[in-house]
């Protein structure tokens, strides 16, 4: 087999982010879809910047609702990306407004707003969109 | 100010995506957008493992209009992020098939398969949707 070189930031970080979800999506019976449980933990631990400070103990709830367009109690990864592609929004318009950008800034700026992933309403085109159920038939 | 603790791995590689996407934009004058020349330095450095043994030079170039819903020929954040995010459904998908994950796996699977990203009907919902001009008054 040829050597392979070295990712680049990219594809280490979309690599990286799929791992993350079959991480937590691996901690029960179903491997392939976030439940419940495995939501909040992967909220409490990968996104604890913006959880932590969070007086709403019901926020989590309401977000997973608001992620799980197919309403069966699991997050698939299509439903998983809405979240982190979310985020990278709410990142890319921190950045847009202090318009300095510095590794950490980002974080910070987004530390200082926990659950700032409640984006405005033209972003909820992220969350709301309708993902078909993954299946071998429709391909 | 408070110090902060290390990012999780989510965190970071969403900041990381998004430091990427400026990386790339701010080598002309519109800062943020790609260009289409952006947009080929981008794919030719970050994903070239994707690129490296493409022989349809064309393919870059529909790949660019595909992602740019609202034609005017710049990639805007949220552009991009289709694309990272149908990236990540291909890695996904190479996951699943496997069921195995190594470190690097995702990634050496997409080796197998430069441009990978050319996914079936279904996920061409990442790619297709449109998004609304970013603007300061639509919030």
Redesign the interface.
Known sequence: MAK??S????????????????RYAGKDSNS?TLSKTEFLT?MN?????FTKNQKDLGILDHRMKKLDVNSDVQLE??EF?NL??S???A??ES??RSRK?T??A???G??TNPLSFQL???HH??MD?T??E??RD??
Chains 1, 2 share one sequence.
Do not use: D, K, N
């Open positions: 392979m070189s990712p680049a930031e990219t594809e280490r970080c979309i690599e990286s982010l799929t791992a993350v979800f079959w392939s992967f631990t990968e996104l604890a910047a990864f299509q990306l982190t592609g985020l990278g929004v990142c890319h950045f847009s950008y590794r950490g980002l974080g910070a987004l530390h405005p309403s033209h085109l992220l969109h993902y078909p993954p299946s429709s391909r």
